[in-house]
């Protein structure tokens, strides 16, 4: 891995900073600008969420402009998570970031069979397999990693790229986003 640098010449990569924006049928993630930056995907995982795996990083120098942690970014068609943001000299930024899938996922359909759609990231926090006579169950476990503007309901239902699930509980100390635990049986 090439060292990262803070000069003009090596901001060469081009990346869209993205903002959620509420619509009529919930959020989107929108192009808010698009900045030059230095990229340099980091060897190992960084871990994006406090109760899910980790995802293949990224290391970011870019101009210093206002981007928080919890921020999204698209780098060559691929979503990164903003999981820390540091200065770096006078007018520099550097940021870490996991390079994640979002998911497209519908709120609370419980309540209503379309729900509120909103972007998350969903990863994976462990299998349990039940042995049950005569058939057996799968029980997937999931993190669903969301902006802080999203509100499930624990106990609710959750759809996440065609799928159901139910809202296992909320991790929310977190300003930047919110976790929540969700789960769904299937049978093998």
Not at 12 to 37: C, F, M, N, P
Not at 60 to 66: D, I, K, S
Not at 156 to 172: F, K, P, Q
Request: glycine fraction near 8%; hydrophobic fraction near 40%.
């Amino acid at each position: 891995m090439a060292a990262i640098s803070n000069a003009c010449g090596d901001l060469r990569e081009r990346v869209s900073v993205l903002k959620l924006e509420q619509t009529e049928r919930g959020y989107i993630w929108q192009v808010d600008h698009r900045v030059w930056a230095n990229v340099q995907p980091d060897s190992g995982t960084n871990l994006f969420s406090k109760a899910g795996t980790g995802a293949p990083g990224v290391t970011m120098v870019l101009r210093l402009r206002e981007i928080q942690k919890g921020a999204m970014l698209l780098w060559r068609g691929q979503y990164v998570y903003v999981i820390d943001v540091q200065p770096m000299g006078r007018g520099h930024l550097q940021l870490r970031g996991a390079v994640v899938t979002v998911s497209q996922c519908a709120a609370n359909v419980h309540k209503d069979s379309t729900g509120i759609q909103f972007p998350a990231v969903l990863t994976e926090k462990y299998v349990r397999h039940e042995q049950l006579d005569p058939y057996a169950v799968n029980v997937l476990t999931y993190v669903l990693v969301t902006p802080p503007e999203i509100k499930l309901t624990r106990g609710g239902l959750v759809t996440v790229d065609g799928e159901n699930y139910e809202v296992l509980l909320a991790h929310v100390l977190d300003t930047s986003k919110v976790e929540y635990e969700i789960m769904r049986k299937k049978d093998l």
